[in-house]
């Protein structure tokens, strides 16, 4: 991805996708050709954030110690308005399947993650 675009996965606030300029397919996951054509050439976008829940979960024990602190703390699979799926935080409370959400940043452990809330949120 561009160091230009912000992406959460380089310790920036955003969501970054490529999209194939040969066919239009839209990508979150990182990968140097398009999967629908087989294209390289690819463009970065800043992506909004918004998006609908497709899915929801909590976790109750977090998978190491030094997360525990965190339990309970949900999480989200959710369909980004320009096509993608992406997987993010929530609360762990009051975000359902179907909800539209926005999508902020916030530290968890050592990183920073996605953390979507219902849209209209504070």
Same mark, same amino acid.
């Given at each position: 991805?561009?160091?230009?675009? #912000?992406?959460?996965?380089?310790?920036?606030?955003?969501?970054?996708? $490529?999209?194939?300029? /040969?066919?239009?397919?839209? *990508?979150?996951?990182?990968?140097?050709?398009?999967?629908? &054509?087989?294209?390289?050439?690819?463009?970065?976008? *800043?992506?909004? @954030?918004?998006?609908?829940?497709?899915?929801?979960?909590?976790? /109750? =024990?977090? #998978?190491?110690? %030094?997360?525990?602190?965190?339990?309970?703390?949900?999480?989200?699979?959710?369909? $980004?308005? %320009?096509?993608? =799926?992406?997987? /993010?935080? &929530?609360?762990? %409370? @009051?975000? $359902?399947?179907?909800?539209?959400?926005?999508?902020?940043? =916030?530290?968890?452990?050592?990183?920073?993650?996605?953390?979507?809330?219902?849209?209209?949120?504070?």
């Amino acid at each position: 991805m561009s160091a230009e675009i #912000p992406d959460w996965t380089t310790g920036r606030e955003g969501l970054a996708l $490529a999209r194939c300029r /040969a066919c239009g397919h839209v *990508q979150y996951l990182r990968r140097p050709f398009c999967p629908e &054509c087989g294209s390289e050439d690819l463009g970065v976008e *800043q992506a909004s @954030g918004r998006g609908t829940v497709y899915a929801v979960t909590v976790v /109750a =024990r977090a #998978p190491s110690p %030094e997360l525990s602190a965190h339990a309970p703390y949900g999480l989200a699979l959710v369909d $980004a308005e %320009e096509g993608f =799926r992406f997987m /993010a935080h &929530c609360p762990p %409370e @009051g975000v $359902a399947i179907g909800d539209p959400v926005l999508t902020r940043f =916030r530290s968890f452990g050592a990183g920073l993650v996605p953390f979507v809330t219902p849209e209209g949120t504070p």
